[in-house]
């Protein structure tokens, strides 16, 4: 079945960096464009980073811009979030999204289930 | 960047009461507007798309409506596996999410 499962979250300390990983099986990964979207906790939704099914397509939150990088491994069926100078207001739940085919283009369709990032002294 | 507005911020209902969420965008968005449902601990789940178009496998309870700016998700009959957080997104360009309606047990 379609699945998609984030790892490398954990605790790190403010201007410290981390890689966070999105492996997906049950489709043909080369297809679909995917993002990263997180959750600051209580909060709400926030978009972070986007790439196209190639790889030749990126776009970032204001908030992300030039710390983070979204990147695809075709070969691994793999997504990555590298995260860069962290700050505080990092912290939260990130996951994983596929954006949809047809009439479902540009629709997060399929979801991972989370992984948490804590950045703290 | 394209602001999204929804209303109320928490709503207390019972089981069997129809319900309405209301969204609005800053600008129009062009009827690119999904739904989505989260529950405690899990990840987001897509319920509508294009404003009134719903996902597989989601009941018919649920509806979307609107255009423009403006924009409704209504529960016509609400069940106990319906109280969770609703979230509108549009993407229409790049990605906006609304702060979340809180369904909670009256």
């Known amino acids: 079945q379609v699945k998609m499962v984030e790892s490398g979250g954990g605790v790190v300390q403010p201007g410290r960096s981390l890689r966070l990983s999105c492996a997906a099986s049950?489709?043909?990964?080369?297809?679909?464009?995917m993002d990263w979207v997180r959750q600051a906790p209580g909060k709400g939704l926030e978009w972070v980073a986007f790439?196209?099914?190639?790889?030749?397509?990126?776009n970032y939150a204001d908030s992300v811009k030039g710390r983070f990088t979204i990147s695809r491994d075709k070969s691994k069926n793999t997504l990555y979030l590298q995260m860069n100078s962290l700050r505080a207001e990092d912290t939260a739940v990130y996951y994983c999204a596929r954006e949809g085919l047809a009439t479902y283009l540009r629709v997060f369709d399929v979801w991972g289930q989370g992984t948490m990032v804590a950045v703290s002294p | 960047d394209i602001q999204m507005t929804q209303s109320p911020s928490t709503l207390s209902a019972s089981v069997g009461d129809r319900l309405t969420i209301s969204c609005r965008a800053s600008q129009s968005i062009n009827n690119w507007l999904a739904w989505y449902q989260q529950k405690p601990g899990k990840a987001p789940k897509l319920l509508i798309y294009?404003?009134?178009s719903l996902d597989s496998g989601v009941p018919s309870r649920f509806s979307g409506s609107g255009s423009g700016t403006e924009f409704t998700l209504a529960i016509s009959s609400l069940q106990p596996d319906d109280f969770a957080t609703y979230y509108c997104?549009?993407?229409?360009?790049?990605?906006?999410f609304g702060q979340g309606t809180k369904v909670e047990i009256k």
């Open positions: 294009k404003t009134s």
């Open positions: 049950g489709f043909t990964f080369s297809t679909y464009a």
């Open positions: 997104q549009q993407y229409n360009t790049y990605w906006t």
């Open positions: 790439i196209s099914n190639d790889g030749n397509n990126k």
